[in-house]
């Protein structure tokens, strides 16, 4: 008979704790070890109880499931699954290897896979010899190759909210973003992702080198720009690989200047 997986909630909101609650109430070899709502309450559980698994909140009232991560300890955490309304925060998850990040309102077939995802990770210890704690720790590492980590020269993956949960989109394939009414438009190699936010995030975040804004309203990667064209009063047409036009503003003209050598 396989062990039964001992899994603690994190949530500060009761109805959220309950709902997963329930959810794993249908896992025939899932034990539910405690429901907390706060940081301090869960870091205090961690250090004293058996846990094989956390279903974590990120915005907690005295604190973040950040918090609680860098009390316990990456070594002695164990697996989590962040939890959360925010997904801005879907990169920064990835980064510090979780093994999955649900987004609430939470679907039970989505909440499934999660667990299914953690179940054969930790099924991994039947062969003995390091335990599932090594099998973990291995698919965080691949995890953290998956998505990376952002350095001085900006991020080098953006999240994507999709109906299924958030995408990862690599910026390497990202052509240019556009403002899209509240709303950011990313048009990359894959497909086009519209994500909440101003454009102004993006730009503080990507690699200032590669990442130019040309627009009040859009944001290219030079990597993609194939030939500028004089358009009028100033203005340019910049013209992609791909054929898309975009307009290039007198006002931000200096913004793309800087990048090359030469004048123009």
């Known amino acids: 008979m396989n062990p039964r997986i001992r899994v603690l909630i994190v949530d500060d909101e009761a109805p959220a704790r309950l709902l997963l609650n329930s959810y794993l109430a249908a896992e025939p070899d899932v034990e539910v070890v405690g429901m907390c709502g706060t940081a301090a309450e869960t870091v205090a559980h961690l250090r004293a109880r058996e846990t094989d698994a956390v279903f974590l909140d990120i915005r907690l009232a005295d604190g973040t499931g950040f918090d609680v991560l860098d009390q316990v300890g990456p070594e002695v955490m164990?697996?989590?699954?962040?939890?959360?309304?925010?997904?801005?925060?879907?990169?920064?998850?990835?980064?510090?290897?979780?093994?999955?990040?649900?987004?609430?309102?939470?679907?039970?077939?989505?909440?499934?896979?999660?667990?299914?995802?953690?179940?054969?990770?930790?099924?991994?210890?039947?062969?003995?010899?390091?335990?599932?704690?090594?099998?973990?720790?291995?698919?965080?590492?691949?995890?953290?190759?998956?998505?990376?980590?952002?350095?001085?020269?900006?991020?080098?993956?953006?999240?994507?909210?999709?109906?299924?949960?958030?995408?990862?989109?690599?910026?390497?394939?990202?052509?240019?973003?556009?403002?899209?009414?509240?709303?950011?438009?990313?048009?990359?190699?894959?497909?086009?992702?519209?994500?909440?936010?101003?454009?102004?995030?993006?730009?503080?975040?990507?690699d200032a080198g590669r990442f130019v804004r040309i627009h009040r309203s859009t944001i290219v990667n030079l990597d993609f720009v194939r030939e500028l064209k004089p358009w009028f009063r100033g203005d340019y047409l910049v013209l992609l690989l791909d054929g898309t036009e975009l307009r290039l503003s007198r006002r931000f003209r200096a913004n793309l200047s800087r990048r090359f050598v030469s004048d123009w």
């Open 78 to 206: 164990p697996p989590v699954v962040f939890v959360t309304a925010y997904d801005e925060h879907a990169i920064r998850a990835f980064e510090l290897h979780a093994i999955d990040y649900l987004l609430k309102p939470v679907a039970e077939a989505r909440f499934r896979a999660a667990v299914a995802r953690l179940r054969e990770l930790l099924s991994r210890d039947a062969g003995g010899g390091g335990g599932a704690r090594e099998a973990v720790r291995a698919a965080r590492e691949l995890l953290a190759g998956a998505t990376g980590s952002h350095s001085a020269q900006g991020r080098g993956y953006l999240a994507a909210r999709t109906a299924s949960g958030v995408q990862i989109v690599p910026v390497a394939t990202v052509r240019y973003l556009r403002v899209d009414g509240h709303y950011v438009t990313i048009h990359s190699a894959s497909g086009t992702h519209l994500v909440r936010g101003a454009l102004s995030d993006f730009e503080d975040e990507l």
